[in-house]
């Protein structure tokens, strides 16, 4: 209340003329800001957490708030006309200080970190043309005074955050609103919400996905026509809303000859409606994720009016549709996107296109029942770009021809997990600029001869390739986000070609039997964020330009014959890391400091080494394993889909983890997974008592080195241990009590040390084989007295009483 009330006295100084341009004779002039405005906006700014110093040039020494980052006013006026600092990253309240920015006609604070209530006071700007809070986290209730803003010509409300609705009636006030999106924000209880959208005469863009529009009860007033439309809708997105095929009854007044697009994707409907058929604009069509089970044809037959001749996309992935791919399908006329994903589709084995089809976009991936036979009708598809037909049960070869059908054309290729065998040839010839090509969990074999130069994502892994690897020289536009080679035989070195890998993301060479040292010119890959070399034949000392990947999260290097020393720059220059695998190498000399500077370390495996010294006390330091829940270590980043669209590719980062004495492949898990494995090296001293503190770990593996002392007194505050073997070492004394509370734990190993006393009375503890303790001199309480257990190296003792 005092910023409003300080605001309000603030008075407006004669604002001055600055040059922008021109000469002495005769230059262009405009105002600065007025000190109303920028007073405002330093007030916006005061409570505000800015990390990435978004708003550093707001400062009161610099006058002209017209030069500030995201500020435009207006040349004449010197009034502020625009806020544009989305993607910000700025924390904290949206100040009321923006009601003295009265001449404000664009907002947009969306892809921040905004919380607490939207303030009442945008309401009051109604000069504004656009409004965007989208992606905060924003709450309470949506204003009503937005009402005022019946200027408004684009509202974006898109997951603000923990927001309601409590009536919808403001909304019928903004006559110029073309584009409404409010993604998120509950409209349970807005009866007659289909009356107000049609009072809007000028919205052509409505979204309202995820806004549980099946609970409203009265969605439309019993005098609404509901067997006709002058909606003036054109694109029209209902997603996400637990919808039932009664839903069909008020869609029907939204839906006009007008309507283009329409989204009823991630519902429970299981069918369409004849009159969509009749809509004779509808060029794109979302149905994908609902729960049809009809036969394809049949489906089909409701496009049969004028729709059919419109019709651009069609996207009905992860439904239950079954039957014959309809030979109808290739012949409407404007059909150019297709994803038939994820359904039971069938294609008769006399399948044959006699007709042009036009289409470009084709996805028929996790149509199980499409194979085994290879769909040689595929390559009468002449304009394709983009062709999934991974995971369809084919288990054949290619025609050569395939290879060479699309010059120059596909974006996108993916065949992967099938049962493909064959070698590959040149593929050169069937690629556009920035492709994707996934061949990966087939049996390919045979060397790799030539790719593009321009490829955006190639995955090869999981396959029976041979040969060396020079074929990713070809690649040198520096487009490549993503490269896989792992799980083949691939031989020879990496060749020092990596100059151009400037944008690599991924590089995943693991499980191949790959030599030599690592070249150069790996330091190249400054965006690199995961690096899989796993279960190589790779030597030598780890290069020094490694440390120049700073944007790492994964480290992986385990299962090669690299030595020396465990560089410490890994902790100095690489503080991004969330996962550090060195096992089963040849390292020696102690265990860095330099480590415990990786705050964001979940995973440390350093076992089956020579390392020699003590633990690092500051362990505890690794606070990731002390803090709850993971950081993710899934990779993001977009892909094209078509020259002028694109997908969000998330890459699952995952590793091969010692675990309860086996070894196992972690993926979607791996962020879930917080441990520390020190075994088998020539460790001494005792364990830190810091190390206890590390609450959230799983595993914990120190086993097979020469450590003694006790075990830490309060190693039972470790609760959420799983796992927890400290075999074959010097330990003595006793059992520290305190881990009789381990309630997870279940892999325990103490065996071959020097403990003895009394095991902790517990349920856990006691339900471990005598094996886990064998080689201590322990007893434990029986039913009859004490038992006493003297496990020698082959003998086990036990007398009772």
């Known amino acids: 209340m005092f910023s409003i009330l300080l605001l309000l006295l603030v008075t407006t100084t004669t604002s001055q003329l600055v040059p922008v341009g021109g000469d002495d004779n005769g230059g262009v002039y405009m105002k600065k800001c007025l000190d109303k405005e920028r007073d405002a906006l330093l007030l916006f700014k005061a409570p505000l957490q800015d990390p990435d110093g978004r708003l550093s040039s707001w400062t009161a020494d610099k006058h002209n708030c017209c030069k500030w980052s995201g500020v435009t006013c207006n040349n004449q006026t010197g009034h502020v006309t625009e806020l544009y600092i989305k993607h910000s990253n700025l924390g904290g309240e949206i100040s009321h200080s923006l009601l003295n920015l009265t001449y404000l006609n664009h907002l947009d604070l969306s892809d921040s970190s905004f919380h607490g209530n939207i303030p009442t006071s945008i309401g009051s700007l109604t000069e504004l043309r656009y409004l965007d809070l989208s992606f905060n986290s924003l709450y309470g209730t949506i204003p009503p005074e937005f009402g005022n803003l019946t200027n408004l010509q684009h ?157 651009q996309e069609l996207f009905l992935s992860g439904n239950q549709l079954n039957g014959s791919i309809s030979e109808k399908l290739w012949e409407l006329p404007s059909l150019e996107y297709i994803d038939l994903s994820f359904n039971y589709l069938t294609v008769p084995s006399t399948y044959h296109l006699s007709n042009i089809s036009y289409v470009k976009y084709l996805d028929l991936s996790s149509c199980k029942l499409l194979g085994p036979g290879f769909p040689k009708w595929i390559q009468t598809l002449k304009n394709l770009t983009y062709l999934d037909l991974s995971n369809t049960g084919i288990s054949d070869t290619i025609p050569l021809e395939f290879w060479d059908m699309w010059p120059s054309q596909l974006i996108y290729l993916n065949l992967s997990s099938n049962n493909i065998s064959g070698k590959v040839p040149d593929l050169l010839s069937n690629f556009a600029k920035r492709a994707t090509i996934d061949l990966s969990s087939n049996n390919f074999y045979g060397p790799i001869p030539n790719v593009p130069s321009t490829l955006f994502s190639l995955n090869l892994s999981r396959n029976k390739f041979t040969g060396g690897i020079s074929f990713i020289c070809q690649i040198v536009d520096g487009l490549l986000y993503f490269l896989d080679l792992s799980h083949n035989s691939f031989i020879g070195q990496l060749p020092d070609c990596l100059w151009h890998f400037t944008q690599v993301l991924v590089l995943n060479l693991g499980h191949n039997n790959l030599f030599g040292s690592l070249p150069p010119s790996i330091g190249s890959l400054t965006q690199l964020k995961v690096l899989y070399l796993f279960k190589n034949k790779f030597s030598g000392e780890l290069p020094l330009s490694l440390k120049n990947c700073t944007s790492l999260i994964s480290l992986n290097l385990g299962a090669n014959k690299f030595s020396g020393n465990v560089p410490v720059w890994i902790g100095e220059n690489l503080s991004g890391l969330n996962l550090l695998i060195l096992r089963s190498n040849k390292l020696f000399g102690t265990i860095p400091l330099q480590l415990c500077q990786l705050s964001n370390l979940q995973a440390l495996d350093l076992s089956m080494n020579n390392l020699h010294g003590s633990i690092p006390s500051c362990l505890s330091n690794l606070t990731s394993m002390v803090q709850q829940g993971g950081f993710s270590q899934d990779v993001q980043y977009y892909r094209n889909v078509t020259d002028n669209s694109f997908a969000f590719e998330t890459y699952v980062d995952h590793a091969m983890i010692e675990w309860q004495g086996d070894e196992r492949e972690f993926f979607s898990t791996l962020k879930l997974l917080k441990i520390i494995d020190l075994s088998s090296n020539n460790l001494i001293g005792q364990i830190p008592y810091g190390i206890t503190n590390l609450s959230d770990l799983v595993a914990l593996n120190l086993s097979r080195n020469n450590l003694s002392g006790e075990i830490p007194r309060k190693i039972g505050e470790m609760k959420k241990l799983l796992t927890l073997d400290l075999s074959r070492n010097n330990f003595s004394g006793r059992i520290p009590s305190s881990m009789s509370q381990m309630s997870l734990l279940n892999d325990l190993d103490l065996s071959f040390n020097k403990l003895s006393g009394r095991i902790p009375t517990s349920t856990q503890l006691q339900s471990f084989p005598p094996s886990r303790y064998n080689g201590n001199a322990l007893r434990v309480m029986m039913n009859s007295g004490d038992g006493f257990i003297l496990v020698g190296a082959w003998v086990l003792l036990l007398a009772f009483g």
């Open 155 to 311: 509202l974006y409300l898109i997951n603000v955050g923990s927001c309601r609705v409590e009536n919808l009636e403001w909304l019928s006030h903004l006559y110029h609103l073309e584009d409404l999106q409010m993604d998120g924000i509950s409209l349970a209880k807005q009866n007659h919400w289909v009356d107000v959208i049609l009072s809007l005469q000028k919205l052509s863009f409505l979204r309202l996905r995820g806004c549980e529009l099946s609970q409203v009860m009265y969605p439309y007033s019993s005098f609404l026509n509901s067997s006709s439309s002058s909606s003036s809708i054109e694109s029209l997105h209902l997603g996400n809303n637990n919808l039932n095929s009664s839903m069909y009854r008020w869609l029907r007044p939204l839906t006009s000859n007008k309507l283009r697009a329409l989204d009823l994707s991630s519902n429970m409907l299981d069918g369409i409606p004849k009159y969509l058929g009749g809509l004779c604009s509808l060029e794109t069509l979302y149905f994908y994720n609902n729960s049809i089970a009809v036969k394809f044809p049949d489906f089909l037959n409701n496009f049969s009016g004028c729709t059919s001749d419109t019709l």
